[in-house]
Structure formats: structure tokens, C-alpha cells
């Protein structure tokens, strides 16, 4: 029931932003794409795709009907943006993760999200596959340029470590992504 909270209050969000008048500037990056995933088991799914990438072809999940599928990418898109806000230093740039679930989301029916939502719990009861296969592939291999320059230090060049937190430990970030989204139990 939570996360159907979560998802409704994000395209609530998204109807607002999307009629208010405001003028949006975006950099060169923000929230890109450049390895587009297709409707794909999450198995399928490569360590240089980023969430913008993963949210593509859940978007083309949700638009064939195939919601359990979607549910999978949603996980993997999430466990990836999640480990990206830990790697990023631009505080700023993390609500692009919020944006990306926004804009694949957001034209949803309210069956088509009671559908989707349906799969999400179902991988919450039973999440040892999704588990499997994400600590298996490990982490990502591309560098988070969708979410860096989704930030404010996009546009004022306040950006050092190649916009990474120095000193990262890409180890420990990546386990707590995993069980903060998927809830995988630590082995």
C-alpha cells in the first residue's frame, strides 16, 4: 500500500509540474539514455545500462501489457538509481531517480498501476530471483552522467571527482541499494 502511495503521489507531482507554467532548462545528459533497454528479463539486462536505460524498457513493459517483467526492471532501475545517489556528491542531482520513475509512471491508469503495484508485492514476498540476479551481475559499470547532470552542479561547474563522492565504498553502497529496494537478506 506504500509504495501505491508512492507511485500516485509521483504522478501527482508530475500533473502539476507538467501545467505550471515553469520554464525548464535541462544540460546535456540529464537523464539520458544512451543504451536503451527493450522489454527484457532482468537477467538480460547489461551492467552499463543505466536507470534512464532499465526505465525505457519497462516503459515498454507497461505498454505490452507484460507487468510482471515491468516490475523486475522497475527493481533493477531503482537498485541502480539508489546506488547512484550514493555515488553522486551533487545532493541536487538525486531527484533525477524521482523523475525518471515520474516520467514512466506517469501515464498510467489507475488499473494499469494496481496491475504493476500487484507484481512489485509479489517480488517483495518472493525476491530471491531479483536478488540472485542483481548481487550476481554486481555493480554498474557506467558512470552516472543521467544523474550528475540532472543537478544544479550541472549548470554552476561545482563539480569535483568527476562529480563522484570521494573515498567512495562501492561495495558497501551497493548491498545497502540492494536491500533497501529489493529487502534481499545479507549473506
Same mark, same amino acid.
Given at each position: 500500500?506504500?509504495?501505491?502511495? @508512492? @507511485?500516485?503521489?509521483?504522478? #501527482?507531482?508530475?500533473?502539476?509540474?507538467?501545467?505550471?507554467?515553469?520554464?525548464?532548462?535541462?544540460?546535456?545528459?540529464?537523464?539520458?539514455? /544512451?543504451? /536503451?533497454?527493450?522489454?527484457?528479463?532482468? %537477467?538480460?539486462?547489461?551492467?552499463?545500462?543505466?536507470?534512464?536505460? @532499465?526505465?525505457?524498457?519497462?516503459?515498454?513493459?507497461?505498454?505490452?501489457?507484460?507487468?510482471?517483467?515491468?516490475?523486475?526492471?522497475?527493481? #533493477? #532501475?531503482?537498485?541502480?538509481?539508489?546506488?547512484?545517489?550514493?555515488? $553522486?556528491?551533487?545532493?541536487?542531482?538525486?531527484?533525477?531517480?524521482?523523475?525518471?520513475?515520474?516520467?514512466? *509512471?506517469?501515464?498510467?491508469? &489507475?488499473?494499469?498501476?494496481?496491475?504493476?503495484?500487484?507484481? @512489485?508485492?509479489?517480488?517483495? %514476498?518472493?525476491?530471491?530471483? $531479483?536478488?540472485?540476479?542483481?548481487?550476481?551481475?554486481? *555493480? /554498474?559499470?557506467?558512470?552516472?552522467?543521467?544523474?550528475?547532470?540532472?543537478?544544479?552542479?550541472?549548470?554552476?561547474?561545482?563539480?569535483?571527482?568527476?562529480? *563522484?563522492? &570521494?573515498?567512495?565504498?562501492?561495495?558497501?553502497?551497493?548491498?545497502?541499494?540492494? &536491500?533497501?529496494?529489493? +529487502?534481499? +537478506?545479507?549473506?
Amino acid at each position: 500500500m506504500n509504495k501505491f502511495l @508512492i @507511485i500516485l503521489t509521483s504522478i #501527482a507531482i508530475a500533473s502539476c509540474a507538467s501545467n505550471s507554467g515553469v520554464t525548464n532548462f535541462e544540460s546535456k545528459g540529464n537523464l539520458e539514455a /544512451p543504451k /536503451p533497454a527493450a522489454c527484457v528479463a532482468i %537477467e538480460q539486462l547489461q551492467s552499463n545500462q543505466n536507470p534512464a536505460d @532499465i526505465f525505457v524498457g519497462m516503459k515498454q513493459c507497461l505498454d505490452s501489457e507484460n507487468y510482471a517483467s515491468a516490475a523486475r526492471m522497475y527493481y #533493477a #532501475a531503482m537498485t541502480y538509481g539508489i546506488y547512484d545517489t550514493k555515488r $553522486v556528491s551533487d545532493k541536487t542531482s538525486h531527484q533525477g531517480l524521482i523523475v525518471l520513475r515520474m516520467n514512466t *509512471l506517469g501515464g498510467l491508469s &489507475e488499473q494499469q498501476i494496481s496491475l504493476l503495484q500487484s507484481e @512489485i508485492n509479489a517480488i517483495l %514476498e518472493s525476491n530471491e530471483q $531479483v536478488c540472485k540476479t542483481l548481487t550476481t551481475r554486481g *555493480l /554498474p559499470t557506467y558512470h552516472p552522467t543521467y544523474m550528475i547532470q540532472h543537478g544544479m552542479g550541472a549548470f554552476t561547474g561545482n563539480q569535483t571527482n568527476n562529480g *563522484l563522492v &570521494e573515498n567512495f565504498d562501492s561495495q558497501s553502497a551497493w548491498s545497502e541499494a540492494i &536491500e533497501k529496494t529489493v +529487502k534481499c +537478506k545479507k549473506s
